[in-house]
């Protein structure tokens, strides 16, 4: 199989039609780019989270209907196909409407799943034919042909063998006459249902495609210059890293780095596919480059903050000297689908963090867990905490790691510290007040 590279644009990618010629300058600069991955244009998401929820009033939903309308034609009037497209785009949006009102009067996850998917239909149509005007012979593929999932809507799990097998025979023989633009974030269940793969599901698409393809990279285009030593909104000093392994990218990806998801590099690790972030908006400032091994190792290469977590601490003198306590504990987490992120623990208590994810309505842990964990111990949870993690290399075997880390924030309350799982951080919690503060302070130490 040739050179390809699997592409992805995200949703401010492809936010109107100046946006996507841009990238369609990208994609025709490389011949190389051989599958487009696209996200939903930006805000059509929002508004289909709005239509996926029960009892949105009739009119609410026609209002939704108008303005994702708008902005599909506000690109469509560009192009020399637009009666056509526009004929699409309609069929499209009465399809929804049909779903979105049976959401409305009983809310379905699989009904949801079908809802969210319209976002990246439109964008995936409308680029193809971007693509197209530019010179390049494009054609749309519809993902879920080849993306096999289970039936976990909202957050479905991919059949990677599968995946490989359908990729193979029906995506692979395609790339050598024309480029091939798809949608991230979606798959197929056995019973021919939409599925969404979730957070990050986008990337991750991308990176299973570029897996299942063998492809030689996987690029990631967004609205920023690559990744940050740490977030430019919270520091002007933040500078980007040119390149940085596959381990350091995980693990801020994991702790709260906002350009990519931990799943998306789980598939390029596996394949050892390089992986590239850039912006779609100034491609000739580079980016950041992921991949097994780096020129550089520093001890410190960013610091990385997660929003929104919970601390939950559970005490029992039952634990001292006492076995099976812990797996009581996790039992009933597992029992709520809860995953643990740090974890801290003493003679008779252990303290552990979860992440309230962006968005969601309630909290992870609500009074059905502290319930049942209450049968077995003393509870208590905060809220209203951000995880700070410092990413580096060797950390574990840095002398003087904790100087350097704390003396400059001695006067912040540190609510738990997380050190020596991993080689390559340094996690800890603070009050979401004081995080910025915080994370400017060590910034402004650890890369002065």
């Known amino acids: 199989m040739p050179n390809i590279t699997v592409a992805k ?27 487009i991955v696209v996200s939903a244009s930006a805000g059509v998401t ?8 029960q009892s949105v009033p009739a ?18 009037q560009h192009l020399e196909n637009k009666v056509a497209l526009d004929v699409t785009i309609h069929e499209f949006l009465d399809q929804l409407a049909t779903v979105a009102h049976c959401q409305s009067e009983q809310y379905n996850a699989k009904n949801a799943d079908e809802i969210l998917s319209f976002g990246e239909k439109f964008s995936s149509l409308l680029f193809t034919e971007v693509l197209n005007n530019v010179g390049l012979k494009a054609g749309c593929f519809d993902v879920r042909q080849v993306m096999k999932t289970n039936s976990l809507y909202g957050k479905a799990v991919v059949d990677i063998e599968q995946l490989k097998v359908n990729a193979i025979e029906q995506l692979a023989p395609k790339l050598d006459s024309e480029v091939i633009v798809t949608q991230g974030f979606i798959g197929q269940d056995g019973l021919g249902h939409t599925t969404t793969l979730g ?30 030593t740490t977030d430019p909104r919270i520091t002007d000093q933040a500078r980007a890293i040119n390149e940085i ?30 992986v590239f972030v850039g912006s779609s908006k100034e491609p000739e400032k580079g980016g950041t480059r992921i991949q097994q091994t780096v020129a550089s190792n520093p ?31 996790f039992s009933i ?32 842990i609500n009074s059905s867990v502290v319930s049942e964990l209450e049968q077995l111990c003393e509870v208590s949870v905060e809220h209203g905490l951000s995880l700070v993690a410092v990413i580096g290399n060797n950390l574990h075997a840095t002398k003087g790691l904790g100087r350097s880390v704390f003396d400059k924030i001695n006067d912040f309350n540190i609510r738990m510290i997380c050190h020596g799982a991993s080689p390559n951080n ?12 915080v994370v400017e302070q060590l910034h402004n130490t650890l890369f002065a």
């Open 9 to 35: 644009f995200g949703g401010t990618s492809v936010a109107d039609f100046d946006a996507m010629q841009r990238c369609a300058q990208i994609i025709k600069s490389d011949a190389s780019n051989r599958v």
């Open 426 to 437: 340094l996690c800890f919690l603070v009050p979401e007040n004081d995080a910025n503060t």
């Open 245 to 274: 392994s596959f381990g350091e990218a995980a693990e801020m990806a994991t702790f709260g780095a906002k350009i990519l998801h931990p799943a998306t590099l789980i598939p390029a690790m596996r394949h050892n596919i390089p």
């Open 199 to 228: 957070r990050g599901g986008s990337d991750y698409s991308a990176a299973l495609l570029a897996e299942a393809l063998d492809a030689n990279n996987l690029s990631i285009w967004t609205d920023v210059v690559g990744i940050f």
């Open 46 to 53: 929002n508004h289909l989270v709005r239509l996926g929820q």
């Open 333 to 364: 987490l597992a029992k709520h689908e809860l995953s643990v992120d740090l974890i801290t623990t003493s003679e008779i208590s252990v303290a552990l963090t979860f992440d309230n994810p962006t968005g969601s309505t309630q909290s992870l």
């Open 299 to 329: 001890t410190y290469r960013s610091i990385a903050l997660r929003r929104e977590q919970t601390l939950v601490t559970v005490k029992s003198p039952a634990m001292l000297h006492a076995s099976g306590f812990l797996a009581k504990v």
């Open 59 to 76: 009119d609410e939903q026609n209002e939704i209907l108008a303005s994702i309308a708008e902005i599909q034609t506000n690109i469509s």
